[in-house]
């Protein structure tokens, strides 16, 4: 299974902007933060693994 890893770079409402960091990327996908951990703000660091967004200590 595929794993990325995710930076938070804005919230919008209930949208979140998301940039890779585990690749050379500046394409935002925008995910609907009820996929995301609750406590997520600009500048998490997240990962995303079997379907499933988590942070990342």
């Not at 794993?3 to 409402?13: M, Q």
């Not at 998490?44 to 079997?50: F, H, I, N």
């Not at 379907?51 to 200590?57: D, P, V």
Request: charged share 30%; aromatic share 10%; proline share 4%.
């Amino acid at each position: 299974m595929n794993r990325f890893e995710y930076i938070v770079e804005s919230i919008d409402g209930d949208y979140a902007h998301l940039r890779r960091t585990d690749i050379e990327s500046d394409e935002l996908k925008l995910v609907a933060r009820a996929l995301l951990p609750p406590e997520i703000m600009e500048g998490t660091k997240l990962l995303y693994e079997w379907m499933q967004y988590s942070i990342m200590e």
